[in-house]
């Protein structure tokens, strides 16, 4: 079963830094490709950053790159987005979820299976 939970989400200011974390079932772990989204109403969801299953590689989003850093934690079945120097436009619902992608597709969310994502986590980034 794949299951998968965020956490994290807060109101914060300009600057400061933020990690938001996923718990992942051991299967979505082993299985998947785990990628963090991002959504602000009215727009789809964006890919931030992801962790493919083989060999672990990340692909990061330009708009994160040298921003978010994720990592996945395998003795704590938990994948982390470390997000640092928040702006305003970060302002979202972020989103963790698992698919199929082997490659920088898993930024993409067509290639998400639509049973896989958890609920959601908001992040407001308010002066």
């Known amino acids: 079963q794949v299951q998968l939970v965020e956490s994290g989400g807060d109101l914060v200011q300009p600057g400061v830094s933020l990690r938001l974390s996923c718990a992942a079932s051991?299967?979505?772990?082993?299985?998947?490709?785990i990628g963090w989204f991002r959504q602000v109403p009215g727009k789809g969801r964006e890919g931030d950053a992801c962790?493919?299953?083989?060999?672990?590689?990340?692909y990061y989003a330009d708009s994160v790159w040298g921003r978010f850093p994720s990592s996945r934690d395998s003795d704590h079945n938990a994948v982390y987005l470390q997000m640092s120097n928040v702006r305003f436009e970060d302002t979202a619902v972020y989103y963790c979820?698992?698919?199929?992608?082997?490659?920088?597709?898993?930024?993409?969310?067509?290639?998400?299976?639509?049973?896989?994502w958890g609920k959601g986590t908001p992040v407001t980034v308010s002066s």
């Open positions: 979820a698992a698919g199929y992608a082997t490659d920088i597709n898993c930024l993409l969310e067509r290639y998400y299976n639509r049973n896989y």
């Open positions: 962790i493919i299953k083989s060999g672990g590689k990340t």
């Open positions: 051991r299967r979505a772990l082993d299985d998947y490709a």
